[in-house]
């Protein structure tokens, strides 16, 4: 009840296109739902996070779509770059006061071609 | 922004020796700081939460006898490798979460370290 599933695992996408990443949930307690882009060898970067409250949330070419009764959210990159290319994480959690723990979704290798 | 800092970012020690690493939040206070392992091409893996002041919650499965955690600060939380092995070898993430922020269960990532046991 805990996992994160996410897909696809990896996404080829050329450069100008959109790009899909949708992860699914099981635990209906979580309410916090971030992506995290993750370049090789650096640590994650949070890039975008919805609560359940809205169904979507845009912050530039970075667009979260949620859609809580299917228990699903997907992150689109619209005008993909090849600097965007770099490994993708869901992840979600439950909003409190304490040590709230991320589960995180298995990521997805996004490679933005020219 | 929010910038979460970690030392050394690379480490090389011999088997049987301990590392220790250092996360630190550089522009915020953080009373819970998190510590992730990292396999090649995998996701993280939580090992334990942080609590400044407290003792740190293991996740199943991770002996906190070989990794100790202390979080002796708002800003530092400090992770050590103990007798480290071969198969210690991975990435290690810490991350904070802003709680005096307007959005205090943000967390922040570190940039990692990578430990080489040989």
């Known amino acids: 009840q805990q996992q994160v599933k996410q897909s696809p695992q990896s996404l080829i996408v050329q450069k100008g296109g959109i790009s899909i990443i949708n992860c699914a949930y099981e635990?209906?307690?979580?309410?916090?739902f971030p992506w995290y882009q993750q370049f090789p060898g650096k640590g994650p970067a949070l890039l975008i996070a919805?609560?359940?409250?809205?169904s979507e949330k845009k912050e530039g070419r970075f667009t979260i779509s949620f859609n809580k009764s299917a228990k699903q959210f997907s992150l689109h990159i619209m005008d993909s770059q090849p600097g965007d290319s770099a490994t993708y994480f869901c992840a979600a959690s439950r909003v409190n006061f304490g040590n709230e723990k991320l589960t995180f979704g298995t990521g997805t290798r996004l490679t933005i071609i020219p | 922004g929010a910038v979460v800092s970690q030392h050394p970012s690379r480490v090389i020690c011999k088997s049987g020796t301990s590392v220790k690493i250092e996360c630190r939040s550089l522009d915020f206070q953080a009373t819970t700081m998190f510590w992730y392992r990292q396999f090649p091409k995998k996701s993280l893996m939580l090992m334990a939460t942080s609590n400044e002041g407290s003792k740190a919650t293991y996740e199943q499965g991770v002996e906190k006898d070989k990794f100790l955690i202390n979080h002796a600060s708002l800003t530092l939380s400090t992770l050590t490798v103990t007798s480290a092995h071969p198969e210690d070898s991975s990435f290690y993430i810490c991350?904070?979460?802003?709680?005096?922020?307007?959005?205090?269960?943000?967390?922040?990532f570190g940039p990692g370290t990578r430990l080489t046991v040989t």
């Open positions: 635990n209906t307690a979580f309410d916090y």
């Open positions: 919805i609560r359940p409250d809205v």
């Open positions: 991350s904070a979460r802003d709680t005096g922020g307007p959005s205090s269960y943000e967390q922040y």
